[in-house]
């Protein structure tokens, strides 16, 4: 299984910028997707979660500014970052915790907001 993150870059603040991820397998398989972040210096924390089930789960400092949400026909989930700010400048990785396997981490991308 492998995942595929891209769609970072340089976007200014209050701007918006669409983080996508594509799975190898289908999404039907995963229990959950997750999207989470590392800047330099501190520990990778979880910006957002969503469940087969179509539960979302986003960390306190990205609530009503990032969704996250999926395409099953595309095996692809997607992280909408609106009105970023500088502090949301970091590494941005996704996860797929398997229904029945290990929990996996693509290769991050890294997105930069412009004060």
């Known amino acids: 299984v492998q995942l595929q993150a891209s769609g970072g870059g340089l976007v200014q603040a209050g701007g918006s910028l669409r983080l996508s991820c594509t799975v190898s397998v289908s999404l039907l398989s995963i229990n959950v997707m997750g999207w989470y972040r590392q800047a330099p210096g501190t520990q990778r924390e979880l910006v957002a979660a969503l469940t087969i089930g179509g539960s979302t789960n986003y960390g306190d400092t990205v609530k009503g500014r990032f969704t996250i949400s999926r395409d099953n026909a595309k095996n692809t989930v997607y992280l909408q970052m609106n009105s970023p700010k500088p502090e949301d400048t970091a590494v941005y990785y996704c996860?797929?915790?398997?229904?029945?396997?290990?929990?996996?981490w693509g290769q991050g991308t890294q997105v930069t907001v412009s004060s």
């Open positions: 996860n797929a915790e398997l229904l029945y396997g290990p929990t996996l």
